[in-house]
């Protein structure tokens, strides 16, 4: 298991169940969409990091906290 396989897991596991099927549902859907063009992803990646420097303090993490999750996936 890869490091990024690592994170997923440990986001899921604190999950509660009827979250689970929000989360099976969205990894079919993903399955089933054409595999993503690397731009796309980068381009994905960079929004959803914004939003969570955006909503940080809402979120409860700090600027260091979101970037040692940064670094764990480069």
Known sequence: MNSLEKMIMQEIETLEDMRL????????????EKPAK????????EEATQT?????????????QIQSQIEKIK
């Open 21 to 32: 099927f929000d989360v099976l549902g969205f990894i079919r859907y993903l399955k089933m």
């Open 38 to 45: 690397p731009k796309g992803i980068e381009k994905w990646f």
């Open 52 to 64: 969570v420097r955006e909503r940080a303090e809402e979120l409860g993490v700090t600027p260091e």
